[in-house]
C-alpha cells in the first residue's frame, strides 16, 4: 500500500469524506471502496466500513460484505499480510445513493469521536507486542459480531459497529482509551447477543409448553 505524502494533513474524517464524495453513481463494490480509501491504511478502511452502520439506515447486502472486509483487514492485520479479498466479496455491489446516505450520516458520528480523540493517552493500551495481537483479535471478533445474522433486531449492527469504530480511532491515533472502549463495546455486545438468544430461547420453550398438553 503507498504511503500517506507529508503535504496531506488532513484529518482522517476529512479523507472518509473525500472518499464518500468519491464514490461513483449507480451502484459499488467493495473493491471500488477500497481503492479509494485504501492507501491511506487499513485503519481508515475499517472506518469507513463501519460507520454505515452508526444509523438506522438499511442497505441491503452491506452487512455481510462489509463485515467480511472488516474480518479480513483484521487477519491481515493480525498476521501481518496485505489485504486480500476474494472475488464474491470484492465484487458485490451495493447502491451508492443508499450507502451515500448512510456514510454521510455516520460520518457525523465519527467527527464527534475523532475530536475528543487524544493521540497516546493510555499509552500502553494501543501500543506493539502482545497488546497489538489483542486489538487485532479484538476487530476480527468485532466484525464477527457485526455479521451475526440478527439484522433486523434494533442496535445489532449499532454496538458490533461502535466497537469497531473505537478500535479503528484508537488505532489512528494511538488512544489507548479508545481501544479500551473498543473491547468494553465488544463485551456489551456479546452480552446483547446472549440476552436476544436467551431470551429468544425462552419464549419458544414457553410457546410451545402452551401447544404441547
Known sequence: MAQDTPADDRSA???LEAAIEALPTGSVTLAQVRDLVGA???????AFLTIVFLVPVSVPGVSTVFGAGILLIGISRLFRLELWLPKSIARRL???ERLRTALERGLVWFRRLERISRPHRIAWAASDGVVRIVNDCAIILGAVLLMAPFG???FSNTLPAVALLFLAIGSLQRDGLFMLLGHLSNLLTIAYFALL???GGYALLAFLQRLLP
Open 94 to 96: 451495493v447502491a451508492t
Open 197 to 199: 438468544i436467551g431470551g
Open 13 to 15: 474524517a476529512d479523507k
Open 40 to 46: 491511506e491504511g487499513l485503519m481508515l478502511l475499517t
Open 152 to 154: 433486523l433486531i434494533p
